[in-house]
């Protein structure tokens, strides 16, 4: 059973875990460093754990103590009980969840022994707008090894990451690779906004890019780029051609992918478009893309 701590001072370097959630620069440097990411609100709390991540604390505002304690009795980690207003000190924001938890991350796979592995994919259960996050994810069948990847270059932005992961679960994507710019997706907006899925998709980072690229193709996946090249072919036409190994790769919310990785594709895709709209948001586009090649 965890230990329940009131804490009353916010420069307590116990909730040092919790500091200035609000600076994105700062959490981009210390929570990767440090082996860390933050878990926000009761349901995403327990999506976590559900996922296997050890827990290091929680931060919880009185009212919440009674509501998580099925966790503060199964977990060893201390329990720091705060007012609103601490909490809201010590993160820089209201926490209006008034639930927060430090997570420990887990080692990335190496790309090459994750695209070789069979895993088991997790479904995204559909949730209300108005719920912070659904239910416990419910684990899917078993698939076969690496059928379907998809390669994000450069996106940046957490919310458009977060729902890329989130279509990428719903949409039976069996791993996801991160080029070295990528935003982090466990950043805890890119968490709420993919409804967890950040959890259940296998996922890691490459470090060399579009070199890597050779990974893909040693190990029999056809390369997809979206595109919005004349010589590119359509959406329908990739899905047509039934690849038994497919890697799409979506590229950064204004440029797209770049040219060296355009270059390095083995094919180039469009998604055909009408009323004059020239492009779609990246996480729309992989939703498109997904349910176009999905089997």
């Not at 036409?237 to 390095?264: H, V």
Request: glycine share 6%; aromatic share 6%; hydrophobic share 45%.
């Amino acid at each position: 059973m965890a230990e329940i701590i009131t804490v009353d001072d916010p420069d307590d370097p116990r909730l040092r875990d919790y500091t200035g959630l609000t600076d994105v620069e700062l959490r981009r440097r210390r929570e990767p460093a440090e082996g860390l990411f933050i878990a926000e609100g009761e349901k995403v709390i327990r999506r976590a754990r559900h996922a296997g991540y050890e827990m290091r604390s929680m931060l919880l505002s009185a009212k919440w103590v009674d509501v998580m304690r099925d966790v503060i009795d199964e977990v060893p980690a201390p329990v720091y009980a705060v007012t609103p207003d601490l909490a809201e000190r010590v993160t820089g924001y209201h926490v209006h969840r008034g639930a927060l938890a430090s997570m420990q991350r887990k080692p990335l796979p190496d790309p090459a022994s994750l695209l070789a592995t069979d895993r088991r994919i997790a479904a995204v259960e559909a949730v209300d707008d108005h719920t912070d996050i659904g239910a416990t994810l419910p684990v899917g069948l078993q698939r076969s090894a690496g059928r379907r990847v998809a390669i994000f270059e450069d996106i940046v932005d957490h919310a458009n990451l977060g729902a890329a992961f989130r279509n990428a679960a719903a949409l039976g994507v069996d791993a996801v690779f991160l080029t070295p710019r990528c935003a982090d997706p466990l950043y805890r907006r890119a968490v709420k906004v993919s409804m967890g899925a950040v959890f259940h998709v296998p996922w890691t980072r490459l470090t060399s890019w579009p070199e890597e690229i050779e990974l893909f193709r040693q190990d029999g996946f056809v390369t997809a780029s979206l595109c919005l090249d004349e010589k590119s072919i359509t959406m329908d036409e990739l899905a047509a051609r039934r690849y038994e190994k497919l890697a799409l790769m979506l590229g950064t919310e204004g440029d797209g992918l770049s040219i060296e990785a355009l270059r390095a594709a083995d094919e180039w895709v469009r998604i055909p478009m009408a009323a004059g709209v020239d492009s779609l948001n990246v996480a729309a586009a992989s939703a498109v893309a997904f349910y176009a090649t999905r089997l």
